[in-house]
């Protein structure tokens, strides 16, 4: 039994290379994550949270560049590895789904085919027979009806909800480690959100499973995590238990981002929002970058870059209101 | 995959009207555009009998819904008017020159796709480097070149000057009589093959390389290209992504998956690269003096022969509507989605 | 949002040798086809009214850097006016069937349900010919000529630009800021023309000039076959053919014009190539600053 957790990533910094500039899209990030935990990682969009699940998932797209840090998947950096180890990897160790679930399959194989090849290439099984029988228990445990019309069904036969169960399916058939959720219930309707995070509580309860979970929604975050990553234009700004971040936020951003969680209370009062627009990630400002949009802000936040500091046990934050001096 | 029925039923009944409809525009054309139309079918210099005839013939002093009748009564039982120049049913002197064409169109269009497909496949998987420059170049190149053109400088190249393949006709006759050669299906290299005789087929192929090469470059390119884009768009659909997240090999999503998602819309506009093997028949029969449905135009052209023209435009676009049913048919086999 | 389009646009072009190329060449072949008749060294020989026996069938030289033809004229010359010949047909077919193709496909994709549908079946059915047939069947019917080329090049051609038309139409359509403009009372015809048709007409202005390479191919196919335009007209495919027949003693009579509609529609496609690369938005923002070898 491995003491090694089963994700550390250790300043992380990626940028992306287009037609219009570098955009410097995730910068320093160092978080972990430990065996069955559930991290969520929380943040609006272009906030680089789906770029670190690329990247640990292995899958970051051509253009996009590692330029430092490290990632070790249970105690390997998965970075240093060559295209041959790292395919081992995914999948097998790491494994991730999506927001759009009817985007993730291709449309001309069925369900069937697709899960059967994940396990024969994967594990080397290559028996017919005994394929269909672990892609239909895979079916079942994801809780789908009729496991055998599914299996032979196509992605485009299926609807959404189910779709993503399959994806959970296909992306557990193999036992991974760590279970990279990207906005999983974003394209659903709210019913289908409660059962597929339900969905992933059981699946986290019975393997054991590390979870990290990607969203912009706080609210889902909560129900979910036992601790919550807020992450703002490329930095992390706060980590810590959920409870506490919930009760007691400490950086601005997170303190805007709850308060914007449209509530049911009694009062009509209107709806609060956080103003302004994630900054222009080609040029990296002096100083605090969420500046522009605090309005607690003072004169240090516009000349030093703020560091993540421990302020409670596990509870981190990155704003220079908490200096330990 | 089972495909359904009625698609292949609803395929078929659009088939036949999209026959009806070239009917019904060749009928535009050749009767109702021109002003005085028995000028054209009467041959190249009629006298005054002759176009009285072809104006009965052609019943142009009846309203145009009786013409438009007995021209489909015409149309549907094989009578396509007589050649001007050999005399004979324009229907039967196309039916013998088929055969050759169809032979060379093929053999065209097979070339196009076993190098082409391959060709855009390789660009795409190595995009932005110097082969996808070169493979662009090559078939880019292949959509330009005028095909009548091309086939004159390679026959002058390889026939009169280095004298390596031969200029004309689709095999050397002395060969047919010394070796007892049959004739079974009309094309030549399959029946030698079948007849086990290799001299007819060798003397065959070296006669219906040039012509072949030279109707196979535009289709080529444009299959080359079609399938370079599509490539490109399918690996940057988003399922490659999450396959390879759940773990299966590059390859695999590649030749497996990528693949099938890319013939399938290549197979979509195949029917289109065999309209332009037809078209370079049109056009290089003539230089090659092959004995086809393109030469037979060609000399038809030249000497006013309106029947034999539009009997063999009429011919091509029959053959070309049924390649496109089968190629649409072929499309939703393989694409489960079409099948509407 | 236009203009930078254009700036992306020439931006990529300019990133790629290739295309660099293509857009050289194009643009070398709409200044010679523009001032054409005061570069030509022998004039009469280019339009086709001088005869000199004693100098028929040179090979290249100085004087004559293409040879001279079977009846003495310089080939240089006649190619130099072809590329004024084949942009006028260029011009003219594509011209023509956009007129012809355009409003068709706007009324059809603004009227939509069923009427639309069954017009563009109608349309359809001309897209049943393969390629080039059709054209040769109407210039059969109408006889030689220029005009009579274009015209018939140009109904063979409407409909894939009524098709294009119909489409961007159709999916216009449906956007929601047509729906929010009608809600604020503008008339149909206003809508259909302030608002539907530039977005309809862009498709069709991006693929309309690349196509000119295209007809150019065409027209010549239909002068080989004797459809084409009359000699003595110094157009390409005219040229090729005329040669034809002395192929064996002086090659470069065939040879240069054919080389000439190679260059001139490799220069169209090559730009066309580019241009489609630079159109498509997902291509343009993952695009790598550096090239991989």
Redesign the interface.
């Known amino acids: 039994m491995s003491k090694t957790k089963p994700l550390v990533v250790e300043n992380l910094t990626i940028h992306y290379?287009?037609?219009d500039g570098?955009i410097k899209a995730v910068r320093d990030v160092s978080f972990d994550v430990e065996r069955g935990e559930a991290v969520c990682l929380v943040g609006e969009s272009g906030s680089g949270k789906s770029t670190i699940g690329l990247a640990i998932a292995g899958i970051l797209?051509?253009?996009a560049r590692i330029i430092n840090g490290k990632i070790l998947v249970d105690g390997i950096n998965i970075l240093e590895l060559s295209e041959r180890e790292l395919e081992k990897i995914r999948g097998r160790e790491v494994s991730m789904i999506f927001q759009d679930p009817a985007a993730s399959f291709n449309p001309l194989f069925t369900v069937g085919q697709l899960l059967s090849d994940i396990i024969r290439y994967k594990l080397g099984i290559e028996d017919k027979e005994e394929l269909r029988k672990r892609v239909i228990e895979a079916l079942k445990i994801v809780a789908l009806p009729d496991p055998e019309r599914i299996f032979n069904s196509y992605p485009h036969e299926l609807s959404g909800g189910m779709l993503q169960r399959v994806a959970i399916a296909a992306a557990l058939l193999t036992n991974p480690k760590i279970f990279i959720a990207d906005e999983p219930t974003t394209m659903l309707d709210v019913t289908l959100q409660f059962q597929i995070l339900n969905l992933l509580q059981a699946i986290r309860r019975k393997f054991n499973i590390a979870i990290l979970f990607i969203t912009h929604n706080l609210g889902v975050a909560a129900m979910i995590c036992d601790r919550i990553i807020v992450i703002y234009a490329g930095t992390i700004v706060e980590i810590g238990p959920t409870n506490d971040i919930l009760r007691n936020p400490l950086h601005p951003y997170t303190k805007k981002l709850i308060e914007s969680i449209p509530r049911t209370s009694a009062k009509i009062s209107r709806l609060k929002y956080l103003a302004g627009s994630l900054h222009d990630l080609r040029e990296i400002p002096r100083g605090c970058i969420f500046r522009p949009r605090c309005d607690e802000a003072f004169e240090m936040c516009e000349i030093e870059t703020p560091k993540l500091i421990e302020i409670k046990p596990r509870h981190h934050v990155a704003c220079h209101k908490y200096r330990v001096k | 995959m089972p495909i359904s029925k009625e698609y292949i039923i609803k395929r078929l009944i659009l088939l036949i009207a999209?026959v009806f409809?070239?009917a019904?525009?060749?009928f535009i054309?050749?009767r109702v555009?021109?002003s005085h139309p028995e000028f054209?079918w009467a041959g190249a210099h009629p006298t005054k009998e002759q176009l009285e005839k072809a104006r009965r013939e052609l019943r142009l002093d009846q309203p145009i819904y009786v013409q438009l009748y007995y021209y489909l009564l015409d149309f549907l039982t094989g009578n396509w008017g007589v050649s001007w120049r050999t005399r004979q049913p324009v229907l039967k002197d196309i039916q013998a020159a088929l055969p050759a064409t169809l032979e060379l169109v093929s053999l065209a269009f097979i070339i196009a796709l076993i190098i082409g497909i391959p060709l855009g496949i390789l660009a795409a998987l190595k995009r932005?480097?110097?082969i996808d420059?070169l493979i662009?170049?090559v078939t880019?190149?292949g959509?330009?070149?005028?095909?009548?053109?091309?086939a004159?400088?390679l026959q002058?190249i390889l026939s009169?000057w280095l004298g390596i393949l031969p200029s004309a006709k689709r095999v050397d006759e002395y060969i047919i009589y010394e070796t007892k050669f049959k004739e079974i299906t009309g094309f030549i290299l399959l029946d030698s093959l079948i007849q086990g005789n290799l001299q007819v087929f060798m003397n065959a192929l070296k006669h219906i390389i040039l012509p072949a090469l030279v109707i196979s470059f535009y289709p080529l390119g444009l299959s080359a290209?079609m399938t370079r884009a599509v490539m490109?768009d399918v690996l940057?659909e988003f399922h490659t992504k999450s396959l390879a997240a759940w773990g299966l090999p590059k390859r695999v999503i590649i030749y497996k998956y990528a693949l099938k998602n890319t013939i399938a819309p290549v197979i979509g506009v195949l029917g289109?690269s065999f309209?332009?093997t037809?078209?370079g028949a049109?056009?290089v029969e003539v230089?090659f003096v092959w004995p086809g449905i393109g030469y037979y135009?060609?000399s038809a052209?030249?000497s006013y022969d309106?029947p034999a023209?539009?009997g063999c435009?009429v011919t091509?676009?029959i053959i070309?509507?049924i390649i496109n049913t089968i190629v649409d048919i072929l499309h939703a086999i393989i694409d489960p989605r079409v099948r509407i | 949002m236009f203009l930078e389009d254009i700036r992306?646009t020439f931006?990529?072009i300019k990133s790629?040798?290739?295309s660099m190329i293509g857009f050289i060449i194009v643009l070398g072949f709409l200044l010679i086809g523009i001032i054409a008749p005061y570069i030509l060294p022998y004039p009469e020989d280019a339009w086709g009214v001088s005869y000199n026996i004693e100098k028929s069938f040179l090979p290249p030289s100085i004087e004559h850097p293409f040879g001279t033809d079977e009846m003495g004229r310089d080939v240089f010359s006649r190619v130099i006016l072809g590329a004024r010949f084949s942009l006028i047909i260029a011009v003219g077919v594509v011209g023509l069937a956009l007129i012809i193709g355009v409003p068709i496909g706007l009324i059809a994709g603004y009227v939509g349900g069923k009427i639309g549908e069954a017009l563009m079946r109608i349309t359809d059915?001309?897209l049943?010919?393969?390629?080039?047939?059709?054209a040769?069947?109407?210039a059969?019917?109408?006889g030689r000529g220029l005009l009579n080329t274009v015209i018939a090049l140009a109904i063979s051609w409407w409909t894939w630009y009524a098709r294009l038309v119909y489409i961007q139409v159709n999916s216009v359509k449906t956007l929601p800021y047509v729906d929010a403009a009608r809600v604020i009372g503008l008339s149909s015809l206003t809508i259909m023309f302030r608002h539907i048709l530039p977005n309809a007409l862009t498709p069709v202005v991006v693929q309309a000039p690349l196509d000119m390479?295209s007809a150019i191919?065409e027209a010549?196919?239909l002068s080989?076959?004797?459809?084409g335009v009359n000699p003595p007209t110094p157009e390409w495919?005219l040229l090729?053919?005329e040669g034809?027949a002395s192929?064996?003693r002086a090659?470069w009579i065939?040879?240069f014009p054919?080389l000439a509609?190679?260059v001139t529609?490799?220069g169209?496609?090559?730009l066309a190539?580019a241009i489609r690369e630079a159109s498509d938005p997902?291509?343009?923002?993952?695009?790598?600053?550096?090239?991989?070898?």
């Open positions: 290379y287009t037609v570098v797209p051509e253009n | 999209v409809g070239v019904i525009i060749t054309i050749t555009v021109p054209l932005n480097t110097r420059d662009r170049i880019i190149t959509a330009s070149i005028p095909v009548f053109w091309l004159l400088v002058l009169s290209r490109i940057n289109l309209g332009y037809i078209i049109f056009l230089i135009a060609a052209l030249i309106y023209v539009i435009i091509a676009a070309y509507a | 992306v931006k990529l790629s040798l290739t059915m001309f049943a010919f393969p390629p080039l047939l059709l040769i069947a109407l059969a019917t109408l390479g191919l010549a196919g080989f076959l004797g459809l495919g090729v053919t034809w192929i064996n090659w065939s040879f054919g509609i190679l529609v490799l169209f496609n090559l190539d997902r291509l343009r923002r993952i695009l790598l600053v550096e090239r991989r070898v």
